[in-house]
């Protein structure tokens, strides 16, 4: 069991306010897809989505 006191939710997202533009840009992608994916119940597979969201970021 995870003891609350210990952390807080900056100290989870510091790594993600911390990584350059690019890697957040990433980051908010692929968890905006995961919401609509779990809205949706898409049982699809995520992975060719994700690649591309990458691809996009990086060139």
Same mark, same amino acid.
Do not use: G
């Given at each position: 069991? #995870?003891?609350? +006191?210990?952390?807080?939710? +900056? +100290? #989870? /997202?510091?790594?993600? $306010? ?21 809205? $949706? $119940? /898409? ?5 060719? +989505?994700?690649?591309? @969201? @990458? ?5």
């Amino acid at each position: 069991m #995870i003891n609350q +006191d210990n952390f807080s939710l +900056d +100290d #989870i /997202n510091q790594p993600i $306010n911390q990584a350059p533009s690019t890697v957040r840009a990433i980051i908010e992608e692929v968890l905006k897809l995961e919401r609509e994916r779990l809205y $949706n $119940n /898409n049982s699809r597979s995520i992975n060719d +989505d994700i690649l591309r @969201i @990458i691809k996009n970021n990086i060139q």
